[in-house]
T-cell receptor
């Protein structure tokens, strides 16, 4: 079974600074997908960024980028120029790309607070 | 808005009550999910439906009973719950052929069992 571990329950960062959230996972698969989701106080989970394991290039979405280390099974999220609206829970998730497999596994989350 | 709607947003129930959570999407998705979110724990996958057929039951107690009458609607029927069942229940959906694509989530139902 795949497990996803987020070792930082809470983090804080000053506005405009950079912060990195950690995620490690355990799998025997060679091909899979990794995600970071954000859950603001509204509770709605929003996709931040997605990485395909067979792609070596790290995904980026504006101020959000990942450091994907496949051998180390590590998938960290870097938020640059942090904004107050980035305050939220962040969840790392793993999914196998099998046709009938709809199983997306999540970590316990990291609560990020951006301070003014 | 993600296009996935959950009702009610909040629910308080006694241990002997019977209630139902509802999830609705009109995105054309045919895979729907129930997740349980408890404080400081990973999201727990409860049930998965593909084309109205249940394809995953993640060892969920029988006091939780899912129902998927069509690809757009998903229910979670609750009866004789325990206080430890208090949590945020999230519904999600996606198209089953979108391998590796994101899930679309609702805003959840915050359930409190007294």
């Amino acid at each position: 079974a795949q497990t996803v571990t987020q070792s930082q329950p809470e983090m804080s960062v000053q506005e405009a600074e950079t912060v990195t959230l950690s995620c490690t996972y355990d799998t025997s698969e060679n091909n899979y997908y990794l995600f970071w989701y954000k859950q603001p106080p509204s509770r709605q989970m929003i996709l931040v960024i997605r990485q395909e394991a067979y792609k070596q290039q790290n995904a980026t979405e504006n101020r959000f980028s990942v450091n994907f280390q496949k051998a180390a099974k590590s998938f960290s999220l870097k938020i640059s120029d942090s904004q107050l609206g980035d305050t939220a829970m962040y969840f790392c998730a793993f999914m196998k790309p099998l046709y009938n497999n709809n199983d997306m596994r999540f970590g316990a989350g990291t609560r990020l607070t951006v301070k003014p | 808005e993600t296009g996935v709607t959950q009702t009610p947003r909040h629910l308080v129930m006694g241990m002997t009550n019977k209630k139902s959570l509802k999830c609705e999407q009109h995105l054309g998705h045919n895979a729907m999910y129930w997740y349980k979110q408890s404080a400081k724990k990973p999201l727990e996958l409860m049930f998965v439906y593909n084309f109205k057929e249940q394809t995953e039951n993640n060892s969920v107690p029988s006091r939780f009973s899912p129902e998927c009458p069509n690809s757009s609607h998903l229910f979670l029927h609750l009866h004789t719950l325990q206080p430890e069942d208090s949590a945020l229940y999230l519904c999600a959906s996606r198209h089953h052929r979108d391998r590796g694509e994101k899930l679309f989530f609702g805003s959840g139902t915050q359930l409190s069992v007294l």
